[in-house]
C-alpha cells in the first residue's frame, strides 16, 4: 500500500508507525511539508521518506498512491482533502476536517459528489476501550433513556499546555480548543445519545497557567512532553507557562445554539448568534411574507433585512 502525507508532523509519523506496525504493506512514499515536525521520528523508525514535493498537486501527479495521509494544521485540511478528491484517492485526514461551518457545507458538498467513504477521519477516541464499554452498555440498553449529559475532562497540564501551544493556540489555524480537543468528545457524547446536539455550552480559563504557578521543582516532568512544533517560540517553556491553560472543560450538551461563554465569542459568532435568534423568533411567531396584513408583512420584510445585513 504506498501512502503519501501532506503535513507529516507529530501525528502522521505516529499514525504511520502505528499502521505499519500492523499492516507490513504499508510504506510511507512521499510526502509534502516544508518543515516536516515528523522527521526525527520517522528516521529513528526508518520510515522517513526519500521523495518530497513542494505541493500536494504535484505529488499526486507523479505518484501513485494507495492513500493520502492528511495531518496539516486544521485550517489547511479541506483544501488538501479537495485536492485529493479530485485526484481520486483515498484518504485518511485527521481531524478536525474542517474549521468553521462554511466549510462544513463545502465539505458535505464534496462528500455527496464523490462518495463518503473516499474519506477516513481520525476520530480515534470512538474507538478506546472506554468507549467501547460504554457502546457496550448502550447496545444491551443498560443506560436507558439519556436526558442530558454533564461532562468534564481534566487534562493533565502538559496535555493542556500543549494545546495552546504552536499552531493549536491560535484560532485561524485549529478552529479554537473546542474544535481541535473537543470534537473527540462531541463525537462520543454524540455517539451515547445517538444524535447530535443542538446546543453545546461550556466554560473554561487560562488563569492557571501563570508564572506564578511554574512548577520549578518538577518542572523537567512537566516540560518533557512538551512538543515543539511551527509557531513555536524557540525552546522556552516559559512561553507556555504563561499563554497556556485550559483545565476544567465543562460541557452541557442539547441546550441550544453553539456558544462557549460570549466573552470569547468573535464578531462572526456574534453575528451568526444574532441571525440565528431572529430567525428562530420569526419561526416561533409564525410570521410570513404573506401574512394576514400589510403590518405582519412588513414586520417581516423588516426582519429578513437585518438578517440579510448583518
Ligand atoms: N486524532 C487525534 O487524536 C489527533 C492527535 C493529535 C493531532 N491530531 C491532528 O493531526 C493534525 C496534525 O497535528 P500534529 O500534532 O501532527 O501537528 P504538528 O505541528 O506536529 O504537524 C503539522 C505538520 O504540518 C506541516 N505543515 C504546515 N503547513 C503545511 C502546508 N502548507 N503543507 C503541508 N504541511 C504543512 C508542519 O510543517 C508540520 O510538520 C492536526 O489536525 C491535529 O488536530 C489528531
Not at 43 to 70: Q, R, S
Not at 101 to 129: C, I, N, P
Not at 228 to 239: L, P
Amino acid at each position: 500500500m504506498k501512502i503519501g502525507a501532506v503535513g507529516l508532523g507529530n501525528r502522521i509519523a505516529h499514525v504511520f508507525h502505528e499502521l505499519s506496525q500492523i499492516n507490513q504493506e504499508a510504506k510511507l512514499i512521499s510526502y509534502v511539508d516544508p518543515l516536516p515536525i515528523g522527521k526525527d521520528y520517522a528516521e529513528k523508525h526508518n520510515f522517513f521518506p526519500k521523495k518530497t514535493y513542494v505541493t500536494l498537486d504535484e505529488m499526486l501527479a507523479n505518484e501513485k498512491l494507495d492513500l493520502l495521509m492528511i495531518g496539516s494544521p486544521n485550517h489547511l485540511h479541506l483544501k488538501h482533502i479537495k485536492i485529493g478528491l479530485n485526484a481520486g484517492i483515498k484518504i485518511f485526514a485527521e481531524k478536525p476536517i474542517v474549521v468553521d461551518e462554511d466549510q462544513s457545507f463545502e465539505l458535505a458538498k464534496l462528500l455527496g459528489e464523490f462518495g463518503q467513504d473516499q474519506v477516513l477521519v481520525g476520530l480515534v477516541l470512538r474507538y478506546s476501550q472506554h468507549a467501547r464499554s460504554v457502546r457496550g452498555l448502550i447496545d444491551k440498553n443498560s443506560l436507558g433513556n439519556i436526558i442530558s449529559i454533564e461532562a468534564s475532562e481534566h487534562i493533565m497540564p502538559w496535555h493542556g499546555g500543549f494545546f495552546m501551544r504552536n499552531w493549536r493556540r491560535k484560532e485561524k489555524f485549529s478552529g479554537g480548543f473546542m474544535l481541535e480537543k473537543c470534537c473527540h468528545d462531541i463525537d462520543f457524547y454524540n455517539m451515547i445519545v445517538g444524535c447530535r446536539p443542538k446546543r453545546v455550552a461550556s466554560f473554561g480559563g487560562r488563569r492557571s497557567f501563570i508564572p506564578d504557578n511554574k512548577p520549578e521543582k518538577n518542572f523537567e516532568e512537566y516540560s518533557k512532553y512538551n512538543l515543539f512544533g511551527w509557531e513555536a517560540k524557540g525552546k522556552d517553556n516559559s512561553a507556555c507557562w504563561i499563554i497556556v491553560g485550559l483545565i476544567g472543560l465543562i460541557m452541557l450538551l442539547m441546550m441550544g445554539f453553539s456558544s462557549y461563554g460570549v466573552k470569547t465569542m468573535t464578531v462572526k459568532d456574534k453575528k451568526r448568534s444574532v441571525k440565528k435568534t431572529v430567525k428562530d423568533m420569526m419561526e416561533r411567531i409564525d410570521l410570513k411574507p404573506d401574512g394576514p396584513n400589510i403590518e405582519e408583512q412588513q414586520l417581516y420584510q423588516n426582519l429578513k433585512n437585518i438578517v440579510q445585513t448583518i
